[in-house]
T-cell receptor, first 114, second 112 residues
Framework: DAGVTQSPTHLIKTRGQHVTLRCSPI?????VSWYQQVLGQGPQFIFQ???????GRGNFPDRFSARQFPNYSSELNVNALLLGDSALYLC?????????????FGNGTRLTVT | AQRVTQPEKLLSVFKGAPVELKCNYS??????LFWYVQYSRQRLQLLLR??SRESIKGFTADLNKGETSFHLKKPFAQEEDSAMYYC??????????????FGQGTILTVHP
């Protein structure tokens, strides 16, 4: 079991650019969630996807978008990057969107915006 | 608005001492509550969840609905318990288990 995999591990972008982060869930998991973790803070919920449909959205601007593919992998896109978008972006997968499926987290993508 | 408070940013104890990591929440409805842990150089992982009523690695957590608290306890701390601990409620039922509200976390250090 490879666990949740995220790519890339690190990324440096400049303000105004666009970024795409990728996540592959654990085999058999159909739900993917994205979190942003700013240094010194707990993770903050961005999106949840289940069966390719958005099931939840956190308090983030429309510059943030995501999608889930038929193989349940997911992409997080951020447009018009700001310095404040610098953070660790975590992806988590679970068997289902409901029930009591625990979240399995990836190692994250460290995004630095200069 | 949902809010989670972990009042201690840092907590240090000696090996063998009892430890309690505090968590207070403000959440609409009846939330389900979790504790997640991140050991050094490892990914964030589930430690325990209220609904399971289980003890994991000697840790237990009691939900006090009157005080809206979900403190994590262990009677005898071990050095390998040193880690970052997050309290995280979510809305019970429905399809909201991917949406956790994390506290700021408590760094527990257990000294030999």
């Amino acid at each position: 079991d490879a666990g949740v995999t995220q790519s890339p591990t690190h990324l440096i972008k400049t303000r105004g650019q666009h970024v795409t982060l990728r996540c592959s869930p654990i085999s058999g998991h159909k739900s993917v969630s994205w979190y942003q973790q700013v240094l010194g803070q707990g993770p903050q919920f961005i999106f949840q996807y289940y069966e390719k449909e958005e099931r939840g959205r956190g308090n983030f601007p429309d510059r943030f978008s995501a999608r889930q593919f038929p193989n349940y992998s997911s992409e997080l896109n951020v447009n018009a990057l700001l310095l404040g978008d610098s953070a660790l972006y975590l992806c988590a997968s679970s068997l289902a969107a409901g029930g009591y499926s625990p979240l399995h987290f990836g190692n994250g993508t460290r995004l630095t915006v200069t | 608005a949902q809010r989670v408070t972990q009042p201690e940013k840092l907590l240090s104890v000696f090996k063998g001492a009892p430890v309690e990591l505090k968590c207070n929440y403000s959440y609409s409805g009846s939330p389900e509550l979790f504790w997640y842990v991140q050991y050094s150089r490892q990914r964030l992982q589930l430690l325990l969840r209220h609904i399971s009523r289980e003890s994991i690695k000697g840790f237990t957590a009691d939900l006090n609905k009157g005080e809206t608290s979900f403190h994590l306890k262990k009677p005898f701390a071990q050095e390998e318990d040193s880690a970052m601990y997050y309290c995280a409620p979510t809305r019970a039922g429905g399809t909201s288990y991917g949406k956790l509200t994390f506290g700021q976390g408590t760094i527990l250090t257990v000294h030999p």
